[in-house]
């Protein structure tokens, strides 16, 4: 029986290749989807990544609120974290500025704007020349 590890070595390089040169492209994707504030910051937009490791590609959206944007959130209290402490929102008050003690957040409908990118990486992948 022939030694075919050479060719599996073979497939191995190209496939790590063009994983390589497609992991800026879904990088460009998910950046160019992810949803930017309405005062215009980019922070989600910044803080997403895709890096090729080998046969495979870690996106990462380094913010703490990605999962509530993707996924959405119910309605829900908003308490300060210390206990007797209040909470400071800029308000369309006299003076411009309110206290509470807790307020009741609407709650925010999802925005999966990264599942549809991550579902088309085998479509990425294949138009990525080797």
Same mark, same amino acid.
């Given at each position: 029986?022939?030694?075919? =590890?050479?060719?599996?070595?073979?497939?191995?390089?190209?496939?790590?290749?063009?994983?390589?040169? !497609?992991?800026?492209?879904?990088?460009?994707?998910?950046?160019?989807?992810?949803?930017?504030?309405?005062?215009?910051?980019?922070?989600?937009? =910044? !803080?997403?990544?895709?890096?090729?490791?080998?046969?495979?590609?870690?996106?990462?959206?380094?913010?703490?609120?990605?999962?509530?944007?993707?996924? /959405?959130?119910? $309605?829900?209290?908003?308490?300060?974290?210390? $206990?007797? /402490?209040?909470?400071?929102?800029?308000?369309?008050?006299?003076?411009?500025?309110?206290?509470?003690?807790?307020?009741?957040?609407? /709650?925010?409908?999802?925005?999966?704007?990264?599942?549809?990118?991550?579902?088309?990486?085998?479509?990425?992948?294949?138009?990525?020349?080797?």
């Amino acid at each position: 029986m022939a030694n075919l =590890d050479f060719m599996r070595d073979r497939i191995r390089r190209g496939s790590e290749q063009r994983i390589r040169r !497609a992991a800026p492209v879904l990088e460009r994707r998910l950046k160019a989807e992810a949803p930017v504030a309405e005062e215009g910051g980019g922070t989600m937009r =910044d !803080a997403t990544t895709a890096t090729a490791r080998g046969l495979s590609v870690d996106v990462l959206v380094d913010v703490e609120y990605a999962t509530y944007v993707i996924e /959405g959130t119910p $309605q829900h209290p908003i308490e300060p974290k210390r $206990q007797g /402490g209040l909470l400071a929102f800029e308000w369309d008050v006299i003076g411009g500025l309110a206290i509470f003690k807790k307020v009741m957040h609407p /709650g925010t409908t999802a925005n999966d704007w990264y599942h549809p990118v991550i579902d088309d990486w085998s479509r990425i992948l294949e138009r990525t020349p080797a």
